[in-house]
């Protein structure tokens, strides 16, 4: 048997091979063919479940696509989507096209989610992490994304499969988001996260603090119901950005239920998530285009 060669391109017996490197050769080729046409591609991450992490995600998509910019949102945590509801489209299936998968639209925002492949929002996916792999790899090698300027990848909490897998598949990762609540307990997993980050050398665009005090919506004075600033001081501490608060919000909860991000309306916490997102696009774009709407 002649010697493999590494590039299946130019391989003389790439016909009759049986090696699985060249399914992953050609698995890495189609992930980069597709991935090539989406211009930054940004992961959410958070230490622990409940933080506010998919609100972020949503949020931070809507919000770039009220700026100009062309968005996807890829819902990684295969086990526990919820993108799909917080974009309004939980309803929704997937389809075939001429070029692959075909992504939901969400007024706008390509998304795509195991949600959709499920035949209700009760059913549960018990899958182990070869098998959650091979679903995120499909989902950035067989959906026909298009051209992007931003992908929003919502990673399952904590630090599991799902981020080394996305990891792994895209090299040319934009960075992280790490969102935290400011309560001791989800500040020492954000801790993980970025440690999590930084060995994978994956660029952490900065931490967020999520229900950083209440806005009194009477006298508008902020009610400190957890001690605020953990976010800012971890942020500090691990040298990474640190890109914003965002307060307790009531109509946050009852918006995402009805699929509608909270940066469509003008809520309390609206204002303070544009500023993290100008400061996210600081970061990726440059201070020029961050004022751009
Ligand atoms: P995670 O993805 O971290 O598990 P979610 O984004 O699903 O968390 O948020 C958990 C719950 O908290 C949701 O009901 C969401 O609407 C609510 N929530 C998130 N951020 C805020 C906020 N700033 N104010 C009020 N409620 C929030």
């Keep these: 048997m002649e010697e493999c060669d590494a590039n299946c391109e130019s391989c003389a017996t790439k016909a009759s091979c049986t090696d699985p490197r060249k ?7 189609a992930v980069s063919a597709r991935m090539g046409r989406v211009k930054h591609k940004i992961m959410v991450a958070s230490g622990k479940g409940g933080v506010g992490k998919s609100t972020v995600a949503v949020n931070l998509a809507r ?3 009220a700026r100009g910019f ?12 919820s993108t799909a509801m917080l974009l309004g489209v939980e309803g929704e299936r997937l389809s075939a096209g001429p070029a692959g998968i075909d992504p ?12 959709f492949a499920l035949s209700d929002s009760g059913s549960a996916v018990v899958w182990r992490g070869p098998m959650k792999m091979a679903a995120i790899k499909q989902f950035l090698s067989d959906v026909s994304w298009g051209d992007l300027d931003y992908l929003i990848i919502d990673l399952p909490p904590g630090t599991s499969d799902e981020p080394l897998s996305v990891v792994q598949l895209l090299a ?24 999590m980050a930084k060995s ?3 660029p952490i665009l900065g931490i967020v603090e999520n229900m950083s005090g209440l806005v009194c ?33 009531p109509e946050v909860a009852p918006l995402g239920d009805d699929g509608v991000a909270f940066v469509e309306r003008r809520t309390a916490a609206a204002e303070s998530f544009e500023k993290v997102v100008d ?14 709407r």
């Design 63 to 65: 919000s770039l696509q």
């Design 104 to 115: 939901v639209d969400s007024r706008g925002v390509k998304v795509i989610s195991m949600a």
């Design 279 to 292: 400061r996210i696009l600081e970061e990726v774009e440059g201070a020029r285009k961050a004022t751009l």
């Design 23 to 29: 399914e992953m050769d050609a698995m890495a080729r």
């Design 172 to 195: 040319d990762l934009t960075g992280v988001v790490i969102v935290t609540t400011p309560q001791e307990v989800a500040l020492l997993d954000s801790r993980k996260a970025v440690n």
């Design 217 to 249: 919506p009477h006298c508008g004075e902020v009610i400190e119901i957890f001690k605020i600033g953990g976010g800012e001081r971890a942020a500090q501490e691990l040298r990474v950005p640190f890109l914003g608060a965002i307060p307790i919000d």
């Design 200 to 202: 994978m050398k994956v």
């Design 70 to 81: 062309s968005v996807g949102v890829l819902d990684a945590d295969i086990t526990g989507p």
